[in-house]
């Protein structure tokens, strides 16, 4: 009988072995909308191979200058997930280059077409995932903070919850008078950088700005999403992202508003990530 207890123990029990979710890095989705292969990295939860369940989906959006592994292999995505008692879900990290999650002034590239047109289908077609807007969340980082507000601001019918950490968003102020060579930097792959000063609020800027955003975007629509905004006290962004909670408190948009010790660094991140897990999988429930 001892025996059989302990093979029991070995063999039915998760916890000895700390299993975890099935990750995949790099895999590739062909898209007719961007012209091209657009690799994403997706982390199964446990018991997906092994179950017909069907499971909500966080969209996990990286920054500037990273791609579909800066989450898994940088924000140690894998470890805090097995580490946190969170809802279990499908994480899906999706690359965007350098694209900001838009699409461009000159039409050439349509991310955003290609992340709600062409991604989102794909993945509740090829996965167990639960296709309704209940159970569909995106946050991200930086770029991809910013990534997050923009579609779930513009498309807050797809989406239950929203979670920017250092959200890479900037004032019509910030835009006038940014220098040059950071506008070129920044913006290159999809704003005219010859454009200066007050040049720069174009028709199009505006269509991405998620203060006028904010400003235009039916109320109702935005209570739609519940939102976390998360920034360091010593990150950069934090007065942009200041200002963005002020524009949603004047439009009476409820969100958790935190603001924490650090920077605009991994470890902010990493440690931000499982407060994250929790507020999406209270919007799950």
Known sequence: MKIVIILFLLIGSPAVFGQKGHLQESLPLKSSILGKVVNYSILLPEGYETTNRRYPVLYLLHGFGDDETGWTQMGEVERIVEETKAVPMIIVMPNAEKTWYMNSADGKIRYEDFFIKELIPY???TYRSRPQKNYRAIAGLSMGGYGTLLLATKHPEYFAAAAPLSAAVFTDEEIVTMKPEDYQRRFGKV????????????????QFSIFNLVQKQPVESLKSV??????????????????????LLDKTIPHEFRVHDGGHTWTYWREALPKVLGFVSQSFH
């Open 123 to 125: 993945i509740d077609s």
């Open 191 to 206: 704003m005219p950088t010859e454009l200066k000063g007050k040049n720069r609020l174009s028709d199009h800027w505006q």
């Open 226 to 247: 519940r939102y976390y905004i998360d920034c360091g006290d010593d990150d950069h962004l934090i007065r942009a992202n200041m200002a963005l909670h002020t524009t």
